[in-house]
């Protein structure tokens, strides 16, 4: 992913939205297309039918980026006259975000219909993913990725963010509903407390909520990846990472010691490092030992997601490692 900083970092600054609107919209990447390109049909909103995606106005602007104090907001800003591809990729992030089931909610900026949104985020370009957090935006995204591609780069980025705690989910959209000032997105109430506890930093207390959650359903996918993670969190409390290390690297056989690195390498973003050093540690080991650090493997796979491309490459090396 290429990252570009903005030329005013911080909050959005809302109150742009009330100049005038600029005499030229956002120059498209090279290779877009020119303004004779053709123009998207009538009525066809990106959002199309996602729960998770809203077609973001100078009206409903200002409810779409109060979302992202309840989870992450990915903002695409796009021309289908002037760069055909950066329409695409707005369909695309429509098609993930339900995909994601709340994690993030799409939202999806034509520059042609609102030029003032583009003006008051300075966007310098498209296409252009911008993720939201808190109110605040960061650069993500500045090429139109095929869809693929795309699910690879936010497995990576909702990982990254679920390891710093991030874990609120938007409730779904009125599918009938016009996108507008009610299209608020709320936290799902079951995670709520999890989420609160993450939040406040008490890491335990996220254990427990996700256990609760565990046991009460043990088919609720999100929450046994909200426990594994959470456990993942408890694990690493207080260690220090070069004593862990050092550790680990004097004794490759300890399971104790090859698990927490493991933790730390997950933590880190190094998810496929993680996943091959516990993979190596069940090689080489055998009864307890090797069931330990299987164990612990499968937990790890647990707080990525079963469908994550690593996870699933984990899984294969584990089995060769088995049998």
């Known amino acids: 992913m290429t990252q570009q900083p903005f030329s005013r970092p911080g909050a959005i600054d809302l109150s742009a939205l009330k100049r005038p609107a600029p005499s030229a919209p956002p120059p498209a ?6 303004p004779g390109g053709a123009p998207a049909p009538a009525g066809a909103g990106a959002a199309g039918g996602s729960s998770y995606a809203v ?7 200002q409810t779409v980026i109060e979302a992202s104090m309840t989870a992450p907001v990915l903002l695409v800003f796009y021309s289908r006259t002037r760069m055909p591809e950066s329409g695409q990729l707005a369909d695309d992030l429509a098609t993930v975000s339900g995909e994601y089931e709340g994690r993030f909610l799409a939202g999806l900026v034509d520059i042609d219909a609102a030029p003032q949104i583009a003006q008051a985020m300075q966007i310098p370009s498209i296409p252009l993913v911008v993720a939201v957090l808190d109110g605040r935006p960061a650069p993500l995204l500045q090429d139109a990725l095929p869809i693929d591609e795309l699910r690879t780069a936010l497995n990576q980025v909702m990982q990254q963010l679920t ?6 989910r938007h409730q779904p959209l009125q599918a009938t509903a016009p996108a507008g000032e009610d299209d608020e997105p709320q936290v799902d109430p079951r ?8 939040g406040e930093g008490d890491i335990d207390r996220a254990v427990a909520e ?7 359903n043990p088919a609720d996918a999100e929450a046994a990846a909200g426990l594994a993670m959470a456990k993942v969190l408890q ?3 207080g260690v220090d990472l070069n004593e862990a290390r050092a550790a680990g690297a004097a004794n490759p056989d300890d399971v104790e010691a090859q698990t927490m ?22 090689r080489r080991t055998s009864g307890d030992e ?4 299987r164990e612990h493997l499968l937990g790890l796979f647990a707080a990525v997601g079963n469908d994550d491309p690593r996870v699933i490459r984990g899984r294969q090396a584990l089995a060769s490692a088995l049998f």
């Open 261 to 282: 690195v493991a933790d730390l390498d997950l933590l880190g973003g190094h998810v496929e490092d993680a996943f091959a050093r516990l993979v190596e540690l069940v």
């Open 235 to 237: 694990r690493t409390q």
């Open 191 to 198: 995670y709520a407390a999890a989420q609160d506890a993450l």
């Open 55 to 61: 077609d973001v106005t100078e009206q409903n602007f």
């Open 290 to 293: 090797r069931n330990a650090a």
């Open 210 to 216: 996700y256990q609760k959650l565990v046991d009460a």
């Open 163 to 168: 390891a710093q705690g991030m874990t609120g």
């Open 29 to 34: 990447r090279p290779g877009a297309a020119g």
